[in-house]
């Protein structure tokens, strides 16, 4: 498994792409708190917060991270050099698991940059320091997370075709549903008497809990269960040999 996350690590930094996908992830979130007049510049707002981050973030996901994983294992079936994947002493779990722990790592490097608007917003603060850190680093976390089970979907939209556009395509459509697909569903008339347990099936609904500074159990087992649920299709697929 640490051979495949090492080489996917090292195939995405070894071209232009990673680091253009990187900085324009780090470009959109810049402009919007910091350039960018209106509600949501930080300066303007005159509220210590990271609230446009954790809200534009999600949104930026919905593209970067496909554009992470949609090469995945679609360049790997278009090359063949899946069929000698296969031949190696890896399991389907091993080959799986180290493609999406590639896919997360890679999100975790772009937002590690990322800290240092949460120094800065620490030190803007009248007193310095003035902030709820508590919820910060919540909505962090729960930024992690919803970034992984964008990953986990990533991949499993990648294995599932042979042409990266058609996995970038689908794995954004995915993640779009996953992430607020559920609370529109929500919204008609007919699931009206079980609106809150459709909206729980989505993803903003925890990363909303978790941005409120409480790591619930129930949010975090949310997410550990939308991974391995994404994880387990892609093996399923894996497993079935079935590339075309």
């Known amino acids: 498994m640490r051979s495949i996350l090492f080489k996917e690590i090292s195939t995405f930094f070894s071209t232009i792409t990673g680091y253009v ?20 510049n930080v300066i303007d707002g005159g509220f210590a917060s990271l609230d446009t981050l954790f809200f534009i973030a999600p ?10 994983t949609m090469r995945m294992f679609a360049e790997e079936k278009k090359t063949g050099t899946v069929e000698l994947l296969l031949t190696r002493p890896l399991t389907d779990l091993q080959l799986v698991g180290g493609k999406f722990l590639g896919a997360v790592v890679l999100v975790l490097i772009a937002l590690i940059p990322t800290l240092i608007y949460l120094f800065s917003v620490y030190q803007l603060a009248n007193p310095v320091g003035n902030v709820d850190m508590g919820a910060m680093w919540g909505s ?3 930024l992690f997370f919803l970034a992984a089970v964008y990953a986990a979907i990533g991949v499993f939209s990648s294995s599932l075709t042979d042409n990266q556009i058609v996995s970038f ?10 992430y607020i697909g559920f609370d529109s569903l929500a919204s008609f008339p007919f699931l009206k008497s079980v609106d809150s347990i459709v909206v729980s ?11 409120k500074g409480v790591i619930d ?15 387990y299709a892609t093996m399923l697929k894996v497993q079935s040999r079935n590339w075309k």
């Open 169 to 178: 395509i689908l794995a954004a459509v995915l993640c779009l549903f996953m």
């Open 21 to 40: 996908a990187v900085g324009i992830f780090l470009a959109i979130t810049s402009w919007f708190m910091w350039v960018s007049p209106g509600e949501y």
């Open 140 to 142: 962090f976390i729960g």
């Open 59 to 68: 949104w930026v996901f919905l593209l970067l991270v496909p554009a992470v």
């Open 217 to 231: 159990s129930r949010d975090v087992i949310y997410f550990v269960s939308a991974i391995a649920v994404f994880v």
């Open 201 to 211: 099936f989505g993803i903003n609904e925890h990363y909303k809990s978790m941005s």
